[in-house]
């Protein structure tokens, strides 16, 4: 049987692909961890279903989507081998629409938005693994709790019925220089490790997701065991 060919697309694939998962073992060694210990999440917001494919036959094992109305839209077509995780911002009234289509929701940035997810998923007698979201950066144009209440928003929410929180997420500002963003990864680890340190229960702080397509070799030689990347792994977007 002849092999079909690879189309440009997939070629590229290939090549960022190849080169973005030497880069996490090289920054996880430099921490004294493996790959293994780091999941690479790809970022598929505006990535067509049969791109997404492929590159889950090519050991993508899990990817992230922004929009709600573009992953109802896809998700039918992609192969249900990879977990699918919710990645951007989520709208209470849009809540319904995803539970029960995501195995993980990491961007849960108010206790409104957790007791939504929670009432959702006791109806369908589930339960969802979340991520706080942190606005580490303090940005008025962010969304997600302020650093100084983090601890306090896990104690509530891991008291909601129908979640799990997991761990916590972040997007940090825009920097220019590394040792700028690295203060920001740095907040962060150190604020996932005192959480952590506390085990409060129906929470387990098994996933620091920081660090996206610019940094993620940064974020993971800094705590990161979860990165997201899109724009490194399939080429710039095409937003519409």
Known sequence: ??????????????????????????????????????????ATKTVDAKLINFA????????????????????????????????????????????????????????KLATEIGKQCVKRSKIMDILLEVNIGNEKSKSGFQAEQVSDAVAQISKVEGVKVRGLMAIPPICEKEIEI?????????????????????????YLS???????????????NLVRVGTSLFGTRNYK
């Open 56 to 111: 889950i036959s090519q050991g993508i094992n899990y990817i992230g989507e922004n929009r709600v109305q573009e992953f109802l839209g896809k998700k039918d077509n992609i192969n249900t081998e990879a977990k699918r995780h919710f990645i951007g911002h989520l709208q209470t009234n849009k809540v319904k629409d995803i539970v029960g289509e995501v195995c993980m929701i990491q961007s849960v940035d108010s206790f």
């Open 182 to 206: 690295v203060r920001y990864f740095d907040k962060m680890h150190n604020l996932f490790i005192d959480i952590k340190a506390k085990k409060m229960d129906n929470s387990s702080m098994d």
């Open 1 to 42: 049987m002849t092999e079909r060919l690879l189309s440009d697309r997939e070629k590229r694939f290939l090549e960022n692909y190849s080169v973005i998962k030497e880069k996490i073992a090289e920054s996880a060694a430099c921490i004294g961890k493996s790959e293994h210990d780091i999941i690479l999440l790809a």
């Open 210 to 224: 920081m660090g996206m397509s610019g940094d993620y070799d940064v974020a993971i030689r800094h705590g990161a």
